[in-house]
């Protein structure tokens, strides 16, 4: 009985991580075709996935759009974040709940709305704006980690810069933003990521020419299996990889 | 102090949700329901949409692999969170990673991933008949099942976050009090652990529930041609039928289910603690 627990949570973590690291062992498969295990492992897959144009192009497309969506959650998230953490002003709840809309309306909808909006402006292709939808749902990712990040700000160096004759503008930028430089370092990773992984938005928005590497890997999917895509997804998981180590690095300096 | 204007800071990430969120939506909405539909002609479309057989199908399908996507992740997320809150350790640490990294992979790279595992020649069928324990391969993908256990492996990270967020903060002081005066694990748990765990309980399952219903890349990746969900309907209205009106309407309607379960879970749950953040 008191094996079950830790054998139980032992499975499931395999079950979880497994498929991952199936797809990373296939990118860097040697055959022609997709087995586990490979017979024969080379690089051959990236290469294949670096040397195409169009693969070529939708990683510049996925890096683009993911920069504008990182810069502009990233800006718009701390301020929003800072006024609901120092902010004396009714509603924050109602406020929080309709920041982190974007991610719980159905994706399918919101890219809808969004495609509806974008084609009547004939915006539908542009990789700046495709940035901007995705600031969207990155915002509520940005906003959720600032949130926690200023808390830990000693609202005291604060209140010494105001009471020095510092403005609020200046405060912000001298004092809190230094301060909160890990938090604000790890929100702007997660609000890459979240553009750089998001498929449905991308789907309805991008063109031949600026799609993502996600929307590549569905054209891709809907076509033929060929193992270029094992080794573009393990791309993928590799830059969430090094995200997430990262977070990790700078969560410790959060506590340092 | 003087007066607080901090709330100006709002303004930007007003705009941005406005514009780019709020103003689409009601555009679209507004435009294809009101304006290029008669005012008189909108029951009847509302009427037509809804008691049209693919969408009650779509409708139910819906439904019941949302409750059995809910169901699953709170089954298999619970002992995870348990073994979370009350452990420490590299074992500990091992199994945050093995939560933490598919939360923060790409929904297309894990649905991929699993299509991988799953498939005819995928790695389960080889070992299993590799074993000789089946004689054909298993139909593990394209069919409700496969949608079942996608959605399962996509939304588990959710649930495991939000019911450790919960058991974190149960005071280990009341278990220890309670094995003191004698009590057997198993009715601690059941009488001290478990309703403690409700809330979390309530809020995982609301959040998988609401992301559930919205799902589109996992059903329509790994479900077989008659497992449609009210998601996959409209985009197959705006991609193949360009039929904006229909996909209107059942927009409506998703997004209406998906906003009275975000109000409830507003009010049960602490929204800075959402996503585990």
Known sequence: MRAALPLFVGCACLLLI?????VVVLGFSGGTFLRFPPTSLSLRWFAAFLGDPGWRAALWSSLAIG?????????????AAYALVRGAFPAKRLIL???LLPIVSPTVVTAIAMYYASARLGLVGNVVWVGLCHAVIAFPVVLLILLSALQAVDLRLEQAALSLGASRARTLRTVVVPLAAPGLASAALFAFLTSFDELVISLFLTNAATQTLPVRIWNSLHMQVEPTVAAVSAFLIGVTGVILAADALLRRRRKA | MGRDRTWLLLLPALGLLVLLFLAPLAWFLARTLFIETAPAEVPALFADVLTAR?????????????????????????????????????????VVFCVVVPYFTSVIVRTYALTVVLGRSGLINELLGASGLIGAPLALLYNTFGIVVGMTYVLLPYMVLTLYATM????????RAGRALGASPLYLFRRVYLPLSVPGIVSGSLIVLILALGFFITPALMGGPGDVTVAMLIERAIEILIDWPSA?????????ATLILFAVYARVTDLRRMMGA
């Open chain 1, 18 to 22: 497994l498929p991952i690291a199936i």
């Open chain 1, 67 to 79: 920069g504008v969506a990182c810069v502009v959650a990233t800006g718009v998230g701390f301020l």
């Open chain 1, 97 to 99: 709940a309709v920041a």
């Open chain 2, 54 to 94: 693919s969408m009650q199908v779509a409708a139910l399908t819906t439904l019941w692999v949302s409750v059995l996507v809910t169901l699953a992740t709170l089954v298999i997320g619970y002992p995870i969170a348990f073994y979370l809150a009350n452990r420490r350790g590299w074992r500990a640490a091992l």
């Open chain 2, 168 to 175: 974190k903060a149960i005071d280990p002081n009341l278990l």
């Open chain 2, 248 to 256: 209107a309407v059942m927009s409506v309607v998703l997004l209406a």
